[in-house]
């Protein structure tokens, strides 16, 4: 899987984020898939697709590839994505009703077959866009997920994305999980580490996250999995204290057998 992903695209994030001024007049709700895709058609000559699920808006774009012989995406493709977030930020923010979420699934449909998610909580958008947190701050509470997917080729329409909405439980589950691959799974920490088994969902307000992390190199002063599992359960328990969709929380480091459980209460108290 190429490495450079993530960064590449939040590269073209920040970009957007910090060169865009204009603001759209306001959209009805009602309005607001028809207005995406038009944007994307007649601005930028490029077909996307939109469904508003309830508290989320999804906006689907089917590419040729998504990577070049370098395993990188290339200078037009990230110029296409940061169009589409342009558009999509534009009709978020001059928005009358707002969603919570926001979800945009690029699609590799000719080359690989893969797919590329990143989600965000508008009111963050909005926070950055008033200056009151700063884009590193916003960089940690934005989700990427890559990954291959052989039902990705030949969609056009994106019937195979599975649209639902998402609530703060699945959204603090995405980025426990995401603090936690960053950690131990990116190029650097190979040697010295082995992510064999992640998992974090969120159910019937439960928050469990499971691991088998192998620490190869017991001489480097590496991060205790399970500790910095727990930091990162609080540290996005505390970011999104007003929600109190997640309750309980349950931490399982496979390796060690260790499990524990928390309230909500006892962790942000602790």
């Known amino acids: 899987m190429a490495k450079n992903v993530p960064r590449l695209i939040l590269c073209s994030l920040l970009l957007f984020c910090v060169s865009c001024s204009s603001v759209s007049p306001t959209y009805s709700r009602q309005e607001i ?13 490029l077909d996307v697709n939109t469904w508003d699920t309830g508290a989320t808006i999804w906006i689907y774009a089917p590419f040729k590839k998504l990577l070049g012989e370098d395993q990188r995406i290339d ?33 590799d449909t000719e080359d690989k077959g893969m797919d590329l998610y990143y989600m965000g909580f508008v009111p963050d958008l909005v926070k950055l866009q008033l200056s009151l947190i700063s884009l590193e701050d916003w960089r940690q509470r934005e989700v990427f997920i890559y990954f291959p997917n052989e039902g990705a080729l030949g969609d056009k329409k994106g019937t195979h ?3 639902f909405d998402i609530t703060m439980g699945d959204f ?29 969902t969120y159910y019937n307000n439960k928050l469990n ?48 057998d260790s499990k524990r459980f928390y309230t909500k209460k006892a962790l942000l108290e602790g």
């Open 161 to 163: 994305v599975t649209k």
């Open 75 to 107: 200078e037009t493709i990230g110029e296409n994505f940061r169009r589409i977030f342009l558009t999509l930020r534009r009709a978020i923010l001059s928005m009358d009703k707002p969603p919570n979420f926001y979800v945009f699934v690029a699609s």
């Open 209 to 256: 996250v499971m691991f088998d992390i192998e620490l190869a190199n017991e001489e480097k002063e590496l991060p205790n999995p399970f500790e910095e599992t727990k930091k990162a359960t609080i540290k996005y328990l505390k970011i999104y204290k007003d929600f109190e969709e997640i309750t309980e929380v349950e931490i399982h480091d496979l390796r060690t």
């Open 172 to 200: 603090i589950s995405f980025l426990v999980r995401q603090h936690i691959l960053n950690t131990y799974g990116i190029k650097g920490m190979q040697e010295v580490a082995k992510l064999n088994k992640l998992d974090a």
């Open 33 to 45: 898939n028809n207005v995406i895709k038009n944007i994307c058609k007649e601005e930028f000559q």
